[in-house]
T-cell receptor, first 111, second 115 residues
Framework: KQEVTQIPAALSVPEGENLVLNCSFT??????LQWFRQDPGKGLTSLLL?????REQTSGRLNASLDKSSGRSTLYIAASQPGDSATYLC??????????FGEGTQLTVNP | GAVVSQHPSRVICKSGTSVKIECRSL??????MFWYRQFPKKSLMLMAT?????????EQGVEKDKFLINHASLTLSTLTVTSAHPEDSSFYICSAQGGGKEKLFFGSGTQLSVL
């Protein structure tokens, strides 16, 4: 059974800092790895999707990497802004588009 | 980008009543929809997968008679929580896939509170 763990559970940084969020998964037989953003009481917004054959994906200030063999993914946020404050979830995708989610990292970027 | 609308965003009901939550794909045909449940500060737990025109596939431990899922059209799936009890209180989120897109698009969620 796939298990996804995210570290740290919460993170507070000053504006402008670069930061890294970590995600690990137990079963390396994944189709893809996705990162989502969730604002309080809201649904999920897809940030980046990395296929199992890829090593990384970039979108603006966000960069996500994937190392299947070690069961790890990282989300790098450059030059963080207060608007980046949210919970970030990673999810391991398997067959049939089923996703197994981590519990998320709650990020606070202080002005 | 693709849009998934979920309604209602918040519902409060009395114990024993049934509540229906709707999930609509607004600009694409969703061949598959997923229903998740999320407890505070916890991860999303997949409840069931529904394909248009067929019965939903429920995850282990999810009562199919308790959580009725209907995916009658390519743009609409509904989750009905029957005879709701306080322990059913949770945040429910749907997601949809289709239109040739691999990404999943999520609804905005429904906060259910059962008194």
């Amino acid at each position: 059974k796939q298990e996804v763990t995210q570290i740290p559970a919460a993170l507070s940084v000053p504006e402008g800092e670069n930061l890294v969020l970590n995600c690990s998964f137990t079963d390396s037989a994944i189709y893809n790895l996705q990162w989502f953003r969730q604002d309080p009481g809201k649904g999920l917004t897809s940030l980046l999707l990395i296929q199992s054959s890829q090593r990384e994906q970039t979108s603006g200030r966000l960069n996500a990497s994937l190392d299947k063999s070690s069961g790890r993914s990282t989300l790098y946020i450059a030059a963080s802004q207060p608007g980046d404050s949210a919970t970030y979830l990673c999810a391991a995708g398997t067959s049939g588009s089923r996703l197994t989610f981590g519990e998320g990292t709650q990020l606070t970027v202080n002005p | 980008g693709a849009v998934v609308s979920q309604h209602p965003s918040r519902v409060i009901c009395k114990s024993g009543t049934s509540v229906k939550i709707e999930c609509r794909s607004l600009d694409f045909q969703a061949t598959t929809m997923f229903w998740y449940r999320q407890f505070p500060k916890k991860s999303l737990m997949l409840m069931a997968t529904s394909n248009e025109g067929s019965k939903a596939t429920y995850e282990q431990g999810v009562e199919k008679d308790k959580f009725l899922i209907n995916h009658a059209s390519l743009t609409l799936s509904t989750l009905t929580v029957t005879s709701a009890h306080p322990e059913d209180s949770s945040f429910y989120i749907c997601s949809a896939q289709g239109g040739g897109k691999e990404k999943l698009f999520f609804g905005s969620g429904t906060q259910l509170s059962v008194l």
